[in-house]
Structure formats: structure tokens, C-alpha cells
T-cell receptor, first 109, second 116 residues
Framework: GQNIDQPTEMTATEGAIVQINCTYQ??????LFWYQQHAGEAPTFLSY????GLEEKGRFSSFLSRSKGYSYLLLKELQMKDSASYLC??????????FGAGTRLTVKP | DSGVTQTPKHLITATGQRVTLRCSPR?????VYWYQQSLDQGLQFLIQ???????AKGNILERFSAQQFPDLHSELNLSSLELGDSALYFC???????????????FGPGTRLTVT
């Protein structure tokens, strides 16, 4: 089976950097995704990792270590609009997608 | 606006009933995915279709079924509805089949189903 863990809530200050961790256990691995979801809205794609290392995309970066079953999403220069839930999702080799419960990030002025 | 459309936006129905949710993918996308999001279960992958054929199956109940039509729109059928089926149902689409590569998924606005 698959188990995906991420912190329930985090708080950070505007302009700061925050790191949201995700650990997973999976019977097969075919990529890890990060999504952002504002309350009442649909998830939007942030990043994808399938090989070990860091993927950078503007203020957002995502890291993957397959041997450790570990990923993080790094958000730099935090803005108030970054307050949202961040979902870690793992895709298995059969294309089944499993999502973590999400990390609710609150950015304070 | 992701380019994925879902209808209806809201649906209220009674236990035991059957409903159909509809999704039109972005132009050019061949894959359609269905997800259920409830407060206690989070986001759950239900099923994926690629170019008309079922490609992957997640936590989809036997009371639920889906199909993708030749024009690539998809329908999710929910039958013998229970109170616990109340949730937000999202459809997403992607260009490829997702078995290789990132194939970013674009989510529709969702259909909020309330079973009373």
C-alpha cells in the first residue's frame, strides 16, 4: 500500500522561507507531485519530481530523495497569497495517485 | 481558468438516488481523471481514462462507474447514493496517459454533491 505523511499545519511570515516536508511509503514509484489548493478551489499543479534532486520553478522548489522516501517543497519570499493547503501526491507504477492529507500554510504579515 | 469544465456546479439529492457528473477536458488533452475530496478523507483518486479506455483505477466504489466518450468528455455515475458520498468531485485532464513523464494535470472547478 501507500502511506503519505505531511504536517497538518504550518505558519510563516511574509517574506520568509518555508519548507514543507513529505514522507512516503509506496509499493511502486512513478513520480511525486506537489499541488496548491486554496480553500474552496481546485488544486493547481506546482511541481513534479521523478529523479533525485532539486527542481526549481521561480519562488517554488521541490526536492526528492527516492531512497529515503522523502520530498520537500520550498517556498521563498512568501506572500500572503501563498496561504493555502499544499498537497503531496505520489504516483505508483500503475498510475494510481495517492495524496497526503495536505499541509495548511498560513502566511502572516 | 484551467480550461476543464464540470457540470453541474452543485447537486443535492437523496440517499438511494443516482446522479451523473460531467467533465470536458482541456482542448487537446486525452486523459481524464476523477477525484473525490471530502473533509475526512482528503483527495482520493477514483479513476483515469485515456483516449476512451480505462487506464488506472484508484479507490472507486463498485456503486460508481465512469466512461469517456469519443469526443473525450467523461461522465462519472454515482448510484445508490449514501450520506458519506457527499463530497467535492473533481475532474482533471492531461495531455498524455501519465505512465511516463510528468503530464501535469489541470483540475476543473469541481461538482459539490450533497446527499441528504
Amino acid at each position: 500500500g501507500q502511506n503519505i505523511d505531511q504536517p497538518t499545519e504550518m505558519t510563516a511570515t511574509e517574506g520568509a522561507i518555508v519548507q514543507i516536508n513529505c514522507t512516503y511509503q509506496t509499493s511502486g514509484f512513478n513520480g511525486l507531485f506537489w499541488y496548491q489548493q486554496h480553500a474552496g478551489e481546485a488544486p493547481t499543479f506546482l511541481s513534479y519530481n521523478v529523479l533525485d534532486g532539486l527542481e526549481e520553478k521561480g519562488r517554488f522548489s521541490s526536492f526528492l530523495s527516492r531512497s529515503k522516501g522523502y520530498s520537500y517543497l520550498l517556498l521563498k519570499e512568501l506572500q500572503m497569497k501563498d496561504s493555502a493547503s499544499y498537497l503531496c501526491a505520489v504516483r505508483a507504477v500503475n498510475n494510481d495517485m495517492r495524496f497526503g492529507a495536505g499541509t495548511r500554510l498560513t502566511v502572516k504579515p | 481558468d484551467s480550461g476543464v469544465t464540470q457540470t453541474p456546479k452543485h447537486l443535492i439529492t437523496a440517499t438511494g438516488q443516482r446522479v451523473t457528473l460531467r467533465c470536458s477536458p482541456r482542448s487537446g488533452d486525452l486523459s481524464v481523471y476523477w477525484y473525490q475530496q471530502s473533509l475526512d478523507q482528503g483527495l482520493q483518486f477514483l479513476i483515469q481514462y485515456y483516449n476512451g479506455e480505462e487506464r488506472a483505477k484508484g479507490n472507486i466504489l463498485e456503486r460508481f462507474s465512469a466512461q469517456q466518450f469519443p469526443d473525450l468528455h467523461s461522465e462519472l455515475n454515482l448510484s445508490s447514493l449514501e450520506l458519506g458520498d457527499s463530497a467535492l468531485y473533481f475532474c482533471a485532464s492531461s495531455v498524455g496517459d501519465g505512465l511516463a513523464g510528468s503530464y501535469e494535470q489541470y483540475f476543473g472547478p469541481g461538482t459539490r454533491l450533497t446527499v441528504t
